[in-house]
């Protein structure tokens, strides 16, 4: 069956980094797009960052410069580097390909 498992998250301070992974499997993930997604308490799920099988990124407008999305068709898993991270970034962050979630990973940016 397909599966997004995500790892990597944590409690971080401001102007650090993150490094999140999420390991897929059950689909042809090299073929796929794979986008990572964020909810903040109260807040809609908002899209973060995308990329194509052909490697092809985009990102939303608060991360641009400070995240970077990649992958790993070898190894079916999908990054997402976050660096200066700023408070604003608190939010669970979701794996996602087509109808398919991941279970989310807690990602906090406070002193």
């Known amino acids: 069956q397909v599966q997004l498992v995500e790892s990597g998250g944590g409690l971080v301070q401001p102007g650090g980094s993150l490094r999140l992974s999420c390991a897929a499997s059950?689909?042809?993930?090299?073929?796929?797009?794979m986008a990572w997604y964020r909810q903040a308490p109260g807040n809609q799920r908002e899209l973060v960052a995308g990329i194509s099988s052909g490697g092809s990124t985009n990102y939303a407008d608060s991360v641009k410069g400070r995240f970077t999305i990649s992958r790993n068709n070898a190894q079916s898993t999908v990054y997402l580097q976050m660096n200066s991270l700023k408070p604003e970034d608190t939010a669970v962050y979701y794996c996602n390909w087509a109808a398919t979630w991941g279970q989310g990973t807690q990602v906090t940016v406070s002193a």
């Open positions: 059950g689909f042809i993930f090299r073929s796929s797009y």
